[in-house]
Structure formats: C-alpha cells, structure tokens
C-alpha cells in the first residue's frame, strides 16, 4: 500500500513538475484585496475579497499567453476629505478585470516563480455613494488598465500578487475617479493537452 501511495505521489508530482510541457493551463482562485479610490479630494482604502479564472496557452517552458477573468468587491468604506481632515462619504464596489496576460517562468524546477503582466477593461460597479446625507447611484465605468504580477508556484499549487491600476475616469458630472487594487491570490493549476513533440 505503501508503494502504491509512493507511486502515485510521484505520478502526480512529475505532472505538476513539468507542467509547461503541457499545452494548456487552466487555473481559478480566490483571495484577499486591498482597493485605493480617489474621488475628487475624497481618498478610501477597502478591504475586500477577490476570486478568478483563467486560461493560458503555454508557448514554451518560459513563456505563457492567456487570457483571465476576475473580480473584487470592497466592503464599505469611509472615506477622508483631505481639505478638511473630516469624512463624508461611503462607497460600495464591484470591480470585474477582462485581461489578456504574458507570463514569463524562472526555472522548471517543482518551486518556481514568475513574472506578468495583463492589459485589458475595468468594469467598476459604483453601487452607492453617500456623500454627507445625499445618496447617489451610479452607471458603471469602464477604463483600460494594466495588471503587473509576480507569482510562486509549488506543484498546482500558485500564491499570485497583482497590482491593478485605472487611469483617471469620469464618473457622472461631478467626480473624477481614480482606482487600484492590490490583491493577493491563491490559485490551483490544472494542466492538459500533453504537447506534440
């Protein structure tokens, strides 16, 4: 029973191992996000939680291309008027990323590392903006954004960090809006299509 259990540990360990000398990469995860709004002189930072899917083709042993999905959703926030040192206004948010991403792998070993980056739309989700007593809904933003990543690899298993950034936006008449989010991601790997030699 022993040498069975042995048998298949290595089986499964050699598959993680070498997992760029399969075809296709397909992973999903979840995690924990920190968001950083600027809204006119009013500045948040949210904690929040954060989940993803993704797929990538795996050109070579160091190079991946592959497209992902993810989201985040801050809590409410309080947020500061920095003219005046008080706080007004509480903010509920959901932020969805569509990214095309190139990934660059450091080593082949069962531990390795890697290196991204995404380019692609940010659908932020304002639900409700209170400023003071005064309520307001608004219409989702887009914006085009980057996404640099570094992450750890340990057989399927993938620990990412990612720094999201959106330019500038315009929300309604009255708000200028800028956006980051930083996010630290737990990730499984599965890996199919053994490639051709």
């Known amino acids: 029973m022993k040498r069975l259990i ?9 598959y993680a191992l070498f997992a760029q000398d399969k075809l296709l990469t397909f992973n999903v995860g979840y995690g924990l996000s920190s968001m950083s709004t ?3 002189e009013y500045k948040g930072f949210d904690p929040g939680t954060c989940g993803n899917i993704g797929l990538y083709y795996n050109h070579s042993p ?3 291309f592959g497209a992902e999905m993810s989201y985040s959703f801050a809590f409410v926030g309080n947020y500061v008027d920095t003219n005046n040192g008080g706080s007004g206004l509480t903010f509920i948010s959901f932020f969805s990323h569509y990214l ?8 082949r070993k069962k531990v390795k590392t890697h290196v991204g980056l995404g380019v692609g739309y940010f659908d932020m989700r304002p639900a409700v903006v209170r400023v003071e007593d005064n309520f307001y ?3 989702p933003i887009s914006a085009i954004g980057f996404v640099p990543e570094f992450g750890l690899h340990i057989y399927f298993f993938e620990l990412t960090v ?6 500038n936006t315009v929300i309604g008449e009255d708000f200028n809006m800028s956006y980051s989010n930083f996010q630290i991601r737990a990730n499984f790997n599965i890996n199919f299509i053994k490639k051709k030699k």
């Open 6 to 14: 042995t048998l298949l540990m290595a089986l499964f360990l050699s």
């Open 38 to 40: 600027k809204i006119n």
């Open 62 to 64: 160091k190079w991946s």
């Open 100 to 107: 095309l991403k190139t990934r660059y792998f450091l080593g």
């Open 137 to 139: 809904n608004h219409h």
């Open 162 to 167: 990612l720094y999201s950034m959106a330019p």
